[in-house]
């Protein structure tokens, strides 16, 4: 969950734009997610473009508020720096993780 409250936490405050390397993920990866995002109706307004995609407009729904609200007690531990939030959202995987190795 700490990759999807990043994400909705950083288009809410506009920091930066997210990207896959921010959270150690592969480009495709990272495009599923935000579909993922978009198709759950926690963002709108991704500009998609052939195979390419822009998140600086895009913004969260109401839903995405509300699930940014249900999961702020991340808010205490979130990384200052962007370069900490791989390290951070990895703790999830150790977390949920059923021990199974991911091949490359």
Known sequence: M??????????KLKNFIPTAGDYGLKDVEFENFIRFLERKGFIERVLWVKDAYSLRPARLTP???SLLEEYSGLESEYPAERTSLKPWVELDKILYS???EEAD
């Open 63 to 65: 839903k995405g508020l």
């Open 2 to 11: 700490r990759t999807g409250y990043s994400v909705l936490r950083e288009l």
């Open 98 to 100: 059923n021990g199974a």
